[in-house]
């Protein structure tokens, strides 16, 4: 039995390109009723979403994009779901630019899309934000040094952020995804 939601009215933002995962959460949440904004730095092509190109690993352009939604943007439901998984195999034949790339995409790219958002919901005493892991934070996998230690910091970020607004009307959750991975 699937769940359904009614989104009419809500405002829903997407951080990545809106494939796979990202594509599947935009269509659910068009579904039901929500306006679906995507943030990519590449853009994306979601039918009936609307897309801005953001790096969000530019605390000025997540401010710029921001600031076109509206004066006082109303962003009801943040999905955190831009990332990179980067070359696989050992980390000692990872370059620092890789692994730096990684952390910058996913995991800070995650604290700083909500730190923009978070403000507006709390201002409002409403807000939902979901940060999209990856179950390599709580296993680490071998190949992949930097996007575990990556994930997990999106686990315990969530965590913390969730006990800090508790009270606050907003709810702070995440999703531990499956990657498949070369053996």
Request: glycine residues 12%.
């Given at each position: 039995?699937?769940?359904?939601?009614?989104?009419?009215?809500?405002?829903?933002?997407?951080?990545?390109?809106?494939?796979?995962?990202?594509?599947?959460?935009?269509?659910?949440?068009?579904?039901?009723?929500?306006?679906?904004?995507?943030?990519?730095?590449?853009?994306?092509d979601v039918s009936g979403?609307?897309?801005?190109?953001?790096?969000?690993?530019?605390?000025?352009?997540?401010?710029?994009?921001?600031?076109?939604?509206?004066?006082?943007?109303?962003?009801?439901?943040?999905?955190?779901?831009?990332?990179?998984?980067?070359?696989?195999?050992?980390?000692?034949?990872?370059?620092?630019?890789?692994?730096?790339?990684?952390?910058?995409?996913?995991?800070?790219?995650?604290?700083?899309?909500?730190?923009?958002?978070?403000?507006?919901?709390?201002?409002?005493?409403?807000?939902?934000?979901?940060?999209?892991?990856?179950?390599?934070?709580?296993?680490?996998?071998?190949?992949?040094?930097?996007?575990?230690?990556?994930?997990?910091?999106?686990?315990?970020?969530?965590?913390?952020?969730?006990?800090?607004?508790?009270?606050?009307?907003?709810?702070?959750?995440?999703?531990?995804?499956?990657?498949?991975?070369?053996?």
């Amino acid at each position: 039995m699937s769940n359904s939601y009614d989104l009419t009215g809500k405002l829903a933002l997407v951080t990545g390109r809106a494939k796979g995962i990202g594509k599947a959460v935009a269509e659910i949440l068009m579904a039901s009723g929500a306006e679906v904004r995507i943030w990519d730095r590449h853009g994306a092509d979601v039918s009936g979403a609307r897309s801005s190109v953001v790096d969000v690993t530019r605390t000025d352009a997540i401010a710029r994009a921001l600031a076109e939604l509206a004066a006082e943007p109303v962003i009801d439901i943040l999905v955190n779901d831009a990332g990179t998984l980067g070359g696989v195999g050992p980390f000692v034949d990872q370059t620092a630019d890789g692994w730096q790339r990684i952390v910058d995409v996913n995991l800070l790219g995650t604290l700083r899309v909500t730190q923009a958002v978070l403000p507006h919901m709390l201002r409002r005493r409403s807000g939902r934000i979901v940060n999209l892991g990856s179950l390599a934070g709580k296993e680490g996998l071998a190949g992949l040094a930097a996007y575990s230690a990556a994930s997990v910091g999106i686990i315990a970020f969530t965590k913390a952020l969730s006990r800090e607004v508790a009270g606050h009307g907003v709810f702070v959750n995440g999703i531990a995804r499956v990657r498949s991975t070369p053996t």
